[in-house]
């Protein structure tokens, strides 16, 4: 599902913050709430059909929201 706007890293992050919210059992409304952007961002994210995407600071609080390490959400090795 890698997005043609999306590099291969920046996919990787969504899916996996997409799977941990879904394990959690938040919803993206809920998840724009906590992390304070709009519904339809976080939408747009997940969606890959825009170039909307995470950056460092919206990673690092979707942490504490998820409650794991931003750490969680990068792969083992480079892409």
């Known amino acids: 599902m890698n997005s043609p706007e999306k590099s291969q890293i ?3 992050v969504i899916d996996a913050i997409r799977q941990k ?3 959690k059992g938040i919803s993206q409304r809920e998840l724009a709430y906590l992390l304070d952007v709009s ?3 976080i939408g ?3 969606s890959g059909r825009t170039r ?3 950056n ?3 990673i690092n609080e979707i942490s504490k929201i998820l409650d794991c390490s931003p750490k969680d959400f990068l792969p ?3 892409l």
Do not use: I, P, T
Request: cysteine-free; overall charge negative; aromatic content about 10%.
């Open 10 to 12: 920046e996919q990787h």
């Open 52 to 54: 909307a995407k995470y």
């Open 56 to 58: 460092l600071n919206h």
């Open 21 to 23: 919210r879904k394990e």
């Open 76 to 78: 083992e090795r480079g």
């Open 39 to 41: 519904v339809s961002f």
């Open 44 to 46: 747009e994210v997940e």
